[in-house]
């Protein structure tokens, strides 16, 4: 049994097939462009499409079912859609509101958490061990980024802190 790859990886100047792919929500929630997470996030040609769309379908799925209250909330108050819902002027950014900025965020940092995470199931080498370790740091500050995004969205505080 080979361990080789059969395919090379694509360079990071390659341009990835999934540019224009966008994978469609549940109806409240905005959809994910592939393309524009593969570009926020910095992820080059060694994240193949199917692995981006697998993870960013959980990613989604995940991030859905945490607002899950929040969302039956504001359909309860009458906005049908995540972009519907009403913010202040200080909300909105670049004429769209922060809701959708953060929601993006919460499911391309999950995505992202979850593909650096698995990076030492593909390369098991020391040189992968090693960097899978020092990669830590980004995935602890990816979940981070993603939970902040969630309790930001329903309007929470990121942290709590009790002392004993």
């Known amino acids: 049994?080979?361990?080789?790859?059969t395919e090379p990886a694509r360079q990071a100047s390659e341009t990835p097939s999934d540019e224009d792919t966008v994978i469609t929500n549940a109806a409240f929630w905005p959809d994910i462009s592939l393309g524009d997470l593969r570009k926020v996030m910095r992820l080059d040609g060694q994240v193949t499409t199917e692995r981006?769309?697998?993870?960013?379908?959980?990613?989604?799925t995940n991030v859905n079912n945490e607002l899950t209250a929040w969302r039956v909330k504001q359909q309860a108050a009458g906005f049908n859609t995540l972009k519907d819902v009403p913010v202040s002027d200080e909300e909105t950014i670049n004429n769209e509101s922060v809701l959708l900025q953060r929601y993006r965020r919460a499911v391309y940092c999950h995505a992202k958490a979850n593909m650096v995470e698995r990076r030492r199931d593909v390369d098991t080498t020391g040189d992968g061990d090693n960097l899978?370790?020092?990669?830590?740091?980004?995935?602890?500050d990816l979940w981070r980024d993603a939970r902040w995004a969630i309790q930001d969205i329903q309007g929470n505080q990121r942290g709590i802190a009790e002392l004993v």
């Open 1 to 5: 049994m080979s361990f080789l790859a």
């Open 52 to 60: 981006l769309h697998h993870a960013v379908i959980e990613a989604m």
């Open 132 to 140: 899978a370790d020092k990669l830590s740091t980004t995935i602890t």
